[in-house]
């Protein structure tokens, strides 16, 4: 079983950036596929990136492409998104996310969860 905590959310202006963090519990860390989400109120969760357990291979939704990097330090059980030139419509709550099916993109295939992080971007 694994527990995650994510931090790093905020507030800042369109075009900024920032940097999410979700830490991991348990030593099992570096065996699952981990990922981020994003969800609105009233609006189904919404895929954002995936990185495999080695960190070697990424995949992000075409909303995150070119902005988003997601990255893992698996000495450290810790997963990062990093988000770069900011929209308002970037403005969610982010949960990171763990699984085990590598080509996971759908909320139901990840079976451990995040509480997550406010993030909002003012115009």
């Known amino acids: 079983q694994v527990q995650l905590v994510e931090s790093g959310g905020g507030l800042v202006q369109a075009g900024g950036s920032l940097r999410l963090s979700c830490a991991a519990s348990?030593?099992?860390?570096?065996?699952?596929?981990m990922g981020w989400f994003r969800q609105a109120s009233g609006k189904e969760r919404e895929f954002v990136a995936r990185i495999s357990q080695s960190g070697a291979n990424t995949y992000y939704a075409d909303s995150a492409k070119g902005r988003f990097t997601i990255s893992r330090d698996n000495a450290k059980n810790t997963v990062y998104l990093q988000m770069t030139s900011l929209k308002p419509e970037d403005t969610d709550v982010y949960y990171c996310?763990?699984?085990?099916?590598?080509?996971?993109?759908?909320?139901?295939?990840?079976?451990?969860w995040g509480q997550g992080t406010q993030v909002t971007v003012s115009s």
């Open positions: 996310a763990a699984t085990r099916n590598h080509i996971a993109t759908i909320p139901y295939e990840f079976a451990y």
């Open positions: 348990g030593s099992t860390f570096s065996t699952y596929t």
